[in-house]
């Protein structure tokens, strides 16, 4: 039997999911967003987006929201979210590498723990995807785990330097500080420190 990665992702998060709650879906944007938010602003791009808490709270505040996953019970509930809160928001269901293949452009995406999750050539492939979405001077607002988190659980760490070698051409790193990626405490997957996973925060724009 041939050996599908991106299938074998895609059953790793309906698996996540399928429980009460994925360890992530913490029912609000995270913390660094909500800091970060004056600055989102316009069309705005969220990919992988999953349940819609990051994308229906930017289409409350004004943005032009499209959010994207690669799962479709995500979002579904992400529709049913903005139907509930009387906001209008495109949800597309698309791998995250094929963003690029979108014809609209975008004042700015956000990126809240999918970085992290790609292998190097991924990574690559994705830095590439996202270039195509944004017109010069437009921003990624991204969320990532660091490499300050300790031990192995949970997905793959991220370097400062890898963030700033992916972002070396084309880009400008505007701001790149320690964050937190919160979780949803106690349940399986959720087993990190007080105040969640040690994380970067990136706003990188295009150049």
């Not at 992702?9 to 360890?23: K, L, N, S, V």
């Not at 660094?32 to 069309?43: L, N």
């Not at 293949?101 to 990574?123: M, Q, W």
């Amino acid at each position: 039997m041939t050996h599908d990665p991106l299938q074998a992702q895609r059953d790793r998060f309906e698996g996540y999911y399928a429980a009460p709650r994925a360890p992530w879906d913490i029912g609000r944007p995270q913390r660094a967003f909500v800091e970060a938010g004056d600055e989102i602003r316009g069309r705005v791009i969220d990919i992988g987006c999953g349940t819609g808490e990051l994308a229906v709270w930017l289409a409350e505040r004004g943005c032009t929201v499209t959010g994207v996953d690669f799962l479709a019970g995500p979002l579904d509930v992400a529709r049913g979210k903005a139907a509930g809160r009387g906001v209008a928001a495109n949800f597309l269901r698309m791998d995250a590498l094929a963003v690029g293949e979108i014809p609209e452009r975008f004042d700015a995406v956000t990126d809240c723990g999918l970085f992290h999750t790609f292998d190097d050539a991924g990574r690559r492939d994705y830095v590439r995807a996202l270039a195509r979405l944004l017109e010069p001077g437009a921003k990624l607002f991204l969320l990532c785990f660091a490499d300050a988190e300790p031990g192995e659980h949970g997905p793959r760490r991220v370097s400062e330097r890898e963030l700033r070698e992916a972002f070396a051409e084309g880009w400008r790193i505007e701001r790149l500080e320690p964050s937190r990626f919160e979780v949803v405490p106690g349940i399986p997957g959720a087993e990190f420190g007080p105040g969640g996973a040690r994380a970067w925060f990136a706003v990188v724009s295009r150049a």
